[in-house]
């Protein structure tokens, strides 16, 4: 046998191997067209998120920004500190977090899954008394749970376009906001309150140092 045919024959299996283990996606295709495919279309995860709608972007801005303050502040934390148990009583760093984006999640996918049914609605609300609270991810450290926190404004903004026809002062479907303009204003002080509650843990004389 010739090495050219060896060549040529081996390069064959070898293609046909690559193409069982990663199957073709046509870049003129979406996921969401056909909700049974389960293959993904890479380049639109590469892709950045259609526009958030002019009338929305002052307030998701605001939203956003709290936000990020929020991650700031849980970057920083080690994951015995994420976990620190107040003898008062009160919340744990971590709670807060899930507590905060929880919400935002809940609220915003209910909204888009009630426009699109293809989009779920993701409840992830840690249980409300410190007594009842399992935390999602207790081996985290700040830095992964502030990672989380951003996904969430990810997925809220990837999918505002549905909003598009959605008035600032008219009461978004499915949810018992008055308005959008009120749901996107309490997102913005939920951040900021629940973060500010969190920086009070950190004078505690039980609080961890590390």
Not at 40 to 55: I, K, Q, R, S, W
Not at 98 to 111: C, D, K, N, P, V
Not at 122 to 142: L, V
Not at 169 to 188: R, Y
Request: neutral net charge.
């Amino acid at each position: 046998m010739s090495p050219m045919f060896q060549y040529v024959r081996t390069s064959v299996l070898v293609l046909a191997c690559a193409s069982a283990a990663y199957p073709m996606v046509s870049l003129g295709e979406s996921p969401l067209e056909d909700p049974q495919r389960q293959d993904v279309d890479a380049v639109a995860l590469l892709e950045g998120p259609t526009p958030v709608p002019v009338h929305l972007r002052e307030l998701f801005d605001r939203m956003e920004a709290a936000n990020r303050r929020s991650q700031d502040v849980f970057r920083k934390l080690s994951t015995a500190q994420m976990n620190f148990t107040p003898s008062n009583g009160t919340h744990t760093p971590r709670w807060n977090a899930e507590h905060m984006a929880g919400r935002q999640l809940l609220f915003f996918s209910q909204i888009y899954h009630s426009l699109d049914p293809r989009i779920p609605v993701i409840d992830w609300n840690p249980a409300q008394m410190p007594p009842d609270y399992k935390p999602r991810h207790p081996e985290w450290g700040g830095k992964e749970e502030a990672r989380s926190m951003q996904r969430v404004d990810d997925f809220c903004r990837r999918y505002a376009y549905l909003l598009e026809t959605t008035p600032l002062d008219a009461k978004p479907p499915a949810t018992n906001w008055p308005s959008l303009k009120a749901l996107l204003l309490q997102m913005e002080r939920h951040y900021d309150e629940h973060t500010a509650n969190v920086v009070k843990k950190f004078d505690r004389p039980d609080w961890p140092q590390q």
